[in-house]
C-alpha cells in the first residue's frame, strides 16, 4: 500500500477548503444534511462511473469505519460502511468492484479513504483500523492511502466520554471530493432494511453512549415495524416476488414492481 494519511488528509489528497469537509475534523460536530445521497450499510455500494448518481455516501458511524476506493484515471468509486463483521472477505470485494470497471492499461491509480471510529472502551474502532489496513496491504495492487481519519484521530472527549469526530461522509464522484455530511433520506424501504439488520444479530450498538441523537428513536420506529410485520416476508413481499425500485429524473426512488 503506497501513500500516507494522518488526521484527515495525506500526501497527494484533495480535500475541501478549511471549514467543509474533513479539513475541519478537529473542530468537531456534524455537517448539515446533503442532498439525498444514496447510503451502503451492509458490503460495499457498487461502483459508480458516471451516469445519475454523483454523490454516494454513509453516516452514523461510531465504531465502523467508512471506506472509499476510488481508480484516478476513471473515476469508478465504491463506498461501503464496514463494521468489522468480515473484514478479510469485504476489501476484496470492494477491489474487485473497482476493478471490473478499470482497464490495467489505462493512466491513473486506486486511492482509499478511511474515515471513522474513536477511542472506545472495548477497542472495537482499533481493531477495525488494523483489520482494514492490513487487508488492504496484502492486496497485489498498489493501493495508495491518501486519507486516514480514522479511531484516536477521529477522537473528541466529553465528560469523560469519547465520542467521534466525524460520523458520516460523502464523495463527489466526479470532482472526488470528499467531505463529512449526515443525510435526511436513507434510501427505499428504510425500516424494512433497518429491520432486517437489526433481526440478524442481538447487538443493538456497539458503543451505546456515542450514538448520535437521533438513534433511540430509529431503534424504537425498527421495533414498532417489527411488531407491525412479525412475518414480513408474507406481507410486504407478495408472491415471494422482490421490491424494485429506480430512480426518475428527480432523482429520487420510484416504486417499479408491486408490494404494499
Known amino acids: 500500500m503506497g501513500g500516507s494519511g494522518q488526521g484527515g488528509e495525506g500526501r497527494g489528497g484533495r480535500l475541501p477548503r478549511p471549514g467543509s469537509g474533513l479539513g475541519n475534523a478537529a473542530a468537531g460536530g456534524r455537517a448539515a444534511s446533503t442532498a439525498a445521497p444514496l447510503r451502503c450499510r451492509a458490503g460495499p455500494r457498487a ?47 470492494i477491489m474487485s468492484a473497482i476493478k471490473s470497471f478499470s482497464d490495467h492499461t489505462e493512466c491513473g491509480r486506486l486511492e482509499v479513504h478511511l474515515v471513522g471510529g474513536f477511542s472506545d472502551d472495548r477497542q472495537l474502532s482499533q481493531k477495525l483500523t488494523h483489520q482494514l489496513l492490513s487487508e488492504f496491504d496484502k492486496q497485489d495492487d498498489d493501493i495508495h492511502l491518501v486519507t486516514l481519519c480514522v479511531t484516536e484521530l477521529n477522537d473528541r472527549e466529553e465528560n469523560e466520554n ?61 421495533l414498532m415495524f417489527l411488531k407491525r410485520f412479525p412475518s414480513p416476508a408474507n406481507i410486504l413481499f407478495p408472491g415471494n416476488k422482490a421490491l424494485l425500485y429506480k430512480k426518475n429524473e428527480d432523482g429520487l426512488w420510484e416504486k417499479i414492481s408491486p408490494g404494499n
Open 162 to 222: 469519547h465520542f467521534p469526530i466525524i460520523y458520516g461522509i460523502a464523495v463527489n464522484i466526479k470532482t472526488a471530493e470528499i467531505y463529512r455530511a449526515s443525510f435526511q433520506d436513507h434510501g427505499p424501504e428504510e425500516q424494512l432494511r433497518a429491520a432486517r439488520a437489526l433481526a440478524g444479530g442481538p447487538n443493538l450498538s456497539t458503543s451505546p453512549l456515542a450514538e448520535p441523537p437521533h438513534f433511540v428513536e430509529h431503534i424504537r420506529s425498527t
Open 47 to 93: 461502483p459508480v462511473a458516471g451516469g445519475s448518481i454523483s454523490i454516494l455516501g454513509s453516516d452514523d458511524a461510531t465504531t465502523c469505519h467508512i471506506v472509499v476506493l476510488r481508480h484516478t484515471g476513471n473515476g469508478a468509486t465504491c463506498l461501503t460502511h464496514c463494521d468489522g463483521t468480515d473484514t478479510k472477505a469485504e476489501v476484496p470485494l
